[in-house]
């Protein structure tokens, strides 16, 4: 949770001087600068303490190209509430942070990015740039047309998709997953057993 008491303290004296009216308006249009070094203290809090590095979908891309690693890319929403509660909880876990790091390139993917993505000469651009919402159609290519958040997307070592696994997973849930594709157990074993043998 952000923390703005400094801010919160000086709001408070400045809102005793600012008494009459036109002085509140002055206020609330400073009242930005006031805040925005906690927010700034808050974000950078929040990033050095996530466990795992994370990428832009562009910069793993290219990395795969001479590392030839695995990449997983968490395709989320600033609105998703359980993609936050899998950022909180599952990707803080300990363990699964320890594994993804070690066997995959990991990228964060807003389906929202309004900005032009560029893959090997390919523009993917946000269906609706200049207004609210709109997703990015290199989101819609990860995820098959199929939005849902957050999703788990798996890419092999050649920059090919291997699939898009939907939802919310707690850490128990999502590590025999992770196993599952950087194994290649995959490649010749069924899910289901593979995931009831793992949980043996």
Same mark, same amino acid.
């Given at each position: 949770m952000m923390d703005y008491k400094y801010e919160l303290r000086i709001l408070h004296h400045l809102t005793a001087f600012f008494k009459t009216e036109k002085n509140t308006t002055v206020l609330f249009l400073l009242l930005p600068v006031f805040l925005m070094p906690g927010m700034l203290k808050a974000q950078e809090k929040q990033e050095s303490n996530s466990i795992i590095k994370w990428y832009s979908f562009e910069d793993a891309y290219k990395m795969n190209k001479k590392k030839h690693k695995k990449?997983? !890319?968490? !395709?989320?929403?600033?609105?998703?509430?359980?993609? #936050?509660?899998?950022?909180?909880?599952?990707?803080?876990?300990?363990?699964v942070a320890k594994y993804m790091q070690k066997n995959f390139i990991c990228v964060k993917l807003n389906a929202e990015r309004k900005?032009? &993505?560029? &893959?090997?000469? !390919?523009? %993917? $651009?946000? $269906?609706?740039?200049?207004? *609210?919402?709109? $997703?990015? #159609?290199?989101? &819609?290519? =990860? =995820? *098959?047309?199929?939005?849902?958040y957050p999703t788990s997307v798996f890419i092999d070592e050649n920059n090919q998709t291997i699939t898009a696994v939907a939802g919310y997973m707690s850490a128990s849930d999502f590590t025999p997953l992770l196993h599952f594709f950087a194994e290649n157990a995959y490649k010749d074993?069924?899910?289901?057993?593979? *995931?009831?043998? %793992?949980? #043996?």
């Open positions: 990449m997983f !890319v968490d !395709v989320f929403t600033d609105w998703c509430g359980w993609c #936050k509660k899998m950022d909180k909880e599952t990707f803080q876990d300990p363990d900005d032009t &993505i560029e &893959i090997d000469g !390919v523009k %993917f $651009t946000n $269906t609706n740039p200049g207004g *609210r919402g709109g $997703t990015n #159609k290199l989101a &819609i290519e =990860l =995820l *098959r047309g199929k939005m849902s074993k069924k899910w289901e057993e593979y *995931r009831a043998a %793992f949980k #043996k």
